[in-house]
């Protein structure tokens, strides 16, 4: 299981939020490439990237940051969310250097993009979904819909994207574990990989994530616990190596 460090970018800098609120924010560097450069030098094998002002505009904010960071350490795969709307953003971060994008709110609001987007760039799109106790929200998770988790990632495996980013929003920044039960039903539910993400707090919660009742977790996005130190990246790397 890969355990993948989260740059959370909002004008420029790299901050954590709770729970989605870009009024409830700390930041934590005012260079996103050095912080990169960090969990690269740690051992990590891929990277999270969120446009956090994208994400609320609708289109790519931090686009520059981004760039510089996949400019810097080619050799690591990146993934990135946040206002990614059509197509022609997907091809200028594919050109950039990025490996993977990520649909979220989009992909709920119009399915169809899914599809179109994994048909132009094979291999390269992830859908993220967010849920409240199994109920995928939008729109920064102000909106709770009447979709469940389990039946969008299905469609969206038919579609073909390459995997499955699921965060349960009661867990995200909070440091209170992630929700193995939910992730690993999720995962057991589809056949392309699941990457588990909030609330990941210290070691034992790779250990759980390693040990959940599936094979099919295939990473792990880590945020706010390795900027406070709650967990060592390397440690918690060199765990799930040997979990794995």
Known sequence: ??????????????????????????????DPVEVAGRWVDAG????????LNGAFAG?????????????KYP????????????????????????TYC???????KEPDFVARACKAFADHVIVGLDAKEGM??????????????????????NDGVVSIVYTDIGRDGMLSGPNVEATAELANS???????????????????????DTSNIMGAITGRAIYEGTLDFAEGQKLADELS
């Open 59 to 71: 289109e790519p904010v931090n686009g520059e940051v981004i760039r510089a960071i996949a400019d």
């Open 102 to 108: 990520i649909i979220g709110t989009q992909a709920v």
């Open 1 to 30: 299981m890969l355990l993948i460090p989260a740059i959370d970018l909002k004008d420029g800098q790299c901050v954590r939020l709770r729970q989605g609120r870009m009024d409830d924010d700390t930041v934590f560097s005012n």
């Open 190 to 212: 589809i056949n392309i990989p699941v990457v588990a993400s909030g609330g990941i707090t210290n070691i034992g919660d790779i250990e759980a994530l390693c040990k959940a």
């Open 44 to 51: 990590c094998r891929r990277l999270h990237l969120v446009d």
């Open 136 to 157: 995928v929200a939008i729109n920064g998770w102000a909106e709770v819909t009447d979709h469940h988790v389990t039946d969008l990632a299905r469609q969206f495996e």
């Open 75 to 98: 050799d690591v795969p990146i993934q990135v969310g946040g206002g990614i709307r059509d197509e022609r953003t997907i091809e200028a971060y594919l050109q950039a250097g990025v």
